[in-house]
């Protein structure tokens, strides 16, 4: 029994952001974390991309689903871990990688760019044969309405699912830089305490800074705002 549930679309930057954050903590705290499904693409089925998204997002979003079919073939022929493995190494090539060498949306669908994920991630590349296979996206389909069922339908991604099956789920938490190690259990724990609450509902900012990712062109710190943690003053840079 896991956990810890995080369910991910690989091509959304602020669940990245938050897997770093957790993968440190769970590291630290021995948790055990089960990586599972929830798509961009078909939570936004209903939608009119060319009204409601910059041009790039549908090919992106598409790119996710596509990836996620190689993720559930993965899970089955492989297991669980390695879901968790390829998530890492295919994170690490859509997020930490140079903007002017990440690939754009539509190509983080295709076999030339997973291929390398997938031998960085010590997985077979013919694996990537799913990426084509719609047979895979009931599986997909099935996982985001797991997720949706935790929720509620006005959310985004990354979900998680606190001690589950019991535990608490909600959609976030979204940061846009990752806490220091020396800190991240510590803001985890207040993240738990919160979610052990059976009254939580929501908590909710749209005021956010850049992503601190470097396929963003944002190293950490960079975002224009830094915070004193220890103090918990704050500290514009100039």
Known sequence: ??????YFDPVC???????????????????D??????????????VDYDSHFPPEYEAGHTAGLRLLRVAARTREEHGRAAVGTLYERLGERIHDTEP???GTAAER?????????????????????????DRWDAVVQAETDEALALTGKDVGTPILHFEPPEGVAFFGPVI????????AAELWDH?????????????????????????????????GVQEDWHGGSRRTKR
């Open 33 to 46: 974390v089960d990586w599972r499904f929830i798509s961009l693409r078909l939570l936004n089925a209903h």
């Open 176 to 183: 846009s830089r990752v806490p220091p190690e020396d800190r």
């Open 109 to 133: 669908g295709t076999r030339a760019y997973l291929e390398p994920v997938l031998e960085r991630a010590g997985l077979p590349a013919d694996l990537a044969a799913a990426l084509d296979d």
């Open 191 to 223: 993240v738990v305490g919160l979610a052990r609450f059976p009254g939580f509902a929501e908590l909710k900012r749209s005021l956010r800074e850049r992503p601190q990712l470097v396929s963003a062109g944002v190293a950490p710190g960079e975002a």
């Open 100 to 102: 002017d060498r990440p």
């Open 13 to 31: 930057p602020f669940a990245w952001l938050t897997s770093r954050w957790v993968r440190t903590v769970a590291a630290q705290r021995e948790y």
């Open 1 to 6: 029994m896991a956990d810890l549930h995080f």
